[in-house]
């Protein structure tokens, strides 16, 4: 005797029923082991069970396994897909953390210059000069006295006095504060 079209139908949800009931929760058990939260290794095994009835999973020799190996292979298939975005997210943020910070420090930088330059209108010429070569252009004492013709010590004393000039003029407008933050 045929197996009517309504028999199939009703023998094939009590097959899946059997088999839900039977390895959900070992399936469940088994993708938390890998993605560890429990929301995620629900959505994948439930995600294995439909499409379990979307396939003809009687031709499968050992469901058993078919089942495991299936979960474990979606749950690494997550853990890549997170790990990934991760990776995206990382790259993403630390470029914008280098991107914010050079900003940053460049604002700042311009105006440490602004606020340099300032205080270095007030200073004599010669002083300011001095004060350029040696801060600015990193140049030595003797790279400076060479440049501007002067003498090794001429340079220091200039150093000396514009520095003084300097902490008291930062000292006089902003306080004690923005002296050691510039700690000129």
Do not use: W
Not at 13 to 21: A, V
Not at 128 to 139: E, I, P, Q, T, W
């Amino acid at each position: 005797m045929e197996e009517r079209p309504i028999d199939h139908i009703s023998n094939i949800k009590q097959d899946f029923h059997n088999l839900y009931r039977d390895h959900y929760e070992a399936i469940l058990g088994f993708v938390l082991s890998y993605v560890k939260l429990a929301d995620i290794a629900e959505d994948i095994t439930q995600d294995l069970f439909l499409n379990i009835i979307e396939k003809e999973y009687k031709e499968v020799e050992n469901i058993k396994a078919y089942l495991f190996t299936s979960a474990k292979n979606r749950a690494l298939n997550y853990l890549k897909k997170v790990s990934k975005e991760a990776q995206i997210k990382d790259a993403l943020y630390k470029e914008y953390e280098t991107l914010h910070g050079s900003l940053e420090e460049d604002i700042a930088d311009l105006e440490y210059q602004k606020l340099l330059n300032h205080y270095l209108e007030k200073l004599s010429p010669q002083n300011s000069a001095v004060f350029k070569l040696c801060r600015d252009k990193g140049k030595s004492y003797q790279e400076a006295a060479e440049e501007l013709g002067i003498s090794q010590s001429a340079v220091k004393k200039h150093m000396v006095k514009s520095m003084k000039i300097l902490k008291l003029l930062l000292k006089k407008d902003f306080g004690l504060l923005l002296f050691f933050i510039f700690k000129l």
